[in-house]
């Protein structure tokens, strides 16, 4: 695994951070998240390798790099370059009042079941993709699980023969 | 059988006998492969295990061929209702073996996705404790099955009061509530 | 909330709904369907960069409905592979859309991990893949041993390589067995699980169970390899590589197999890299990208092995892959086998590690130590880290967030065939229904991972 921060250009302008460790982490603002992504396909980003939601309501104080405003959602895009043998993560902060991001569908159609995992889960909606509809929960459930407000929704375990939920 | 032994060849005995021995002696398991307890449900039928030593090796792909159906992993909500309607195509006679604790009790997973015990959808008549549990678990699973059927009637259901197993109307279990449940958000 | 109103979520009516009816995620009649949705499920949603693999005004939009039949398959049904669902449209027998519904093993895996501490954490990721369950716990302890920055001792390093690579080659004689039941070839399956319980039955005596182990976990493995494993792997190893060549002649020249196999379910590489597939998947299109090669983990660039390539991307290409895994794997064990070190099994950082079971009896602070490790857990420092591994079925990534307590703040797991089963509809694409059961067996998805 590369240790050393790699030069990516696609992040001039944005705030960028470097991970110790395994990639470089780079927190883009989401109007130009797309764009920047794009570039970064150009630059040799062959695969998106994972896309995924965080929900930060409950985390307290978050270490962020300067300038960025934390949000309550997160989403956090993997990509791969083959060819250079790096890893890029993209962080973007999404408010809880409008959690939308532009779709990757048009740049990586392998991104379109885990970003509809991602709507289903957390709840954030992406726009300009083609079927955002639910994929692992049933299609009439209500609320997204993966979000800190959303009960583990567990049955109490009881240890005596007491009338129970069944 | 050595019945060429005997001296006359027919034998007498309670109908009641004969037909529980048919029923546990031909055994038809469906398959209802969901996690991690179908890959050593699928194990029990191969070499080593070997089912067919109890006239079981036989898995029906319809439930419409099966008297058993070995509910071999964790019910998720979304399929619960699948797991009803398999069940409601099998024929009478059938039984339930709830393999695992996910299928028994919703096991480690108890949360919002994993249904709590797959006696809430349909009623089980064994359940294999384990996570997995081995072969030789469900064996014994289904070897307790074949006693319960041995020694049991033959024309009482579980929970049928009185016992008419041919009545024109089926015997429609009550399922709770909570195979789909709708959580607030 | 404020919703942008261009961006809905799909909502179509017109459909009966009955009670194992799930909406919106089915395939639906085309005139119900929009033309880009439309265009995705027949596999034109690869806009690569050298030209569009395929012309968009092949697709037949203009097709009626009376000409084709929508059918379902699964998601009980025997040859899925577990409960994967597919509807299909079919035109007599050709397979024009195909759609794989899931989420039928749906467990809340990656919620249930937010209630437990992290070294409760391998326990729920085992059961995810459970034909690879040490890959995921590998997985996982490697993100978690990431965030902690704690460095293995090297025999740690290399138990985990022995138990993951004789995985792999269990995870693979599996899909040779269940893929030989896909094409009829009982045998086969009978072979794959005989000699895969040859390796159950090493990791019982390793581990303690057959499957779900919970051996590898954040700060080490659970215990030492047990006395006389070097005989136990030495004879896996002349076994299942001796019988690796007698599948060569069950199945590899025989012609009915080959029919079955030759040339179904194309993929190029070009497809292959956009749907972001991994695994015997993408090297099937003579991609060579294996991450224990390209971005090595563990010591996996201490160990002597070749990455298997295909050519054609086909069914056959994915076979003989994993069938070469498998002695590669032989041939990986054979290595760590010689070249075994020695000393501890976990790191010894007393934040970690529990004590010695032998001291918890004699000694006070011990048992404290102990009972304290796993009640509360231990604090793994704030921060997030994604880590990658190549699992038997492609790249294995946990994603993990942490705000500094005994517990996951966010674990997300990118699952591979969760991925590559995007790749279905592509691959059955223009071929036979009957081809459909043996496409799916060689994208070898594991529900369990799919849906977690």
Redesign the interface.
Known sequence: MTTENPTIEAFEGFATVASPGVAAVAFIPREHYKSVVAALKADAFEMASDVCGVDYLIAGARTLPEGVKPERFEVVTSLLSMSRRIRVRIRVQLPDADPTVDSLFDLYPGTEAMERETFDLVGIRFAGHPDLSRILLPEEWEGHPLRKDYGIGGVPVQFKSTPGPR | MGLEDLPHNFLTGQLEDLVKWARKSSMWPA??????C???M??SG???FDLARFGMEV?R?S?RQADLMIVA??V????A??L???YDQMMEPKWVIAMGVCAST?G???????V??V??IVPVDVYAPG??P?PETLMHAILTLHEKVRTGEITRRRGVEPAVVFDAAPWVPEV?S?V?????? | MVIDENITTVVRPLWPTEETSEGSQELFPRKLTDPAELGREVGSVLRLPEGPTLDPTQIDIERSDDETMIINMGPQHPSTHGVLRLMLELDGEVVLRTKPIIGYLHTGMEKQAEALSFIQGSTNVTRMDYLAPLHNELVFSLATEALLGVEMPRRATYIRMLMTELNRISSHLMWMATNGMDVGSTSMMIYGFREREMILSFFEKTTGLRMNHNYIRPGGVAADLPDGWEDDVEVICNTVEARSYEYDDLLTGQAIFRDRMVGIGNLTAEEALALSVTGPLLRSTGVPWDLRRTMPYLAFDEVDFDVIVGTYGDNFDRYSIRLNEIRESVKIVRQLLANMPSGDYRVQDRKVTPPPRGRIDSSMEALIHHFKVFTEGFAVPEGEVYVAIESPRGELGCYLASDGGPKPYRMHIRGPSFVNLQALPLLMRGGLLADAVTVISSVDPVMGEVDR
């Open positions: 398959t209802f492969g969901l996690a991690c179908a890959i050593e699928m194990s191969a070499a080593d898995f792909n439930p992993g964790r998720s909500q979304k399929m209702p699948v009803r309607q398999v919703g480690m997973f108890n949360n919002y996705a994993v709590q015990g006696d809430q996570c997995p081995t709770p909570a789909r449940v709708s959580r607030p958000s």
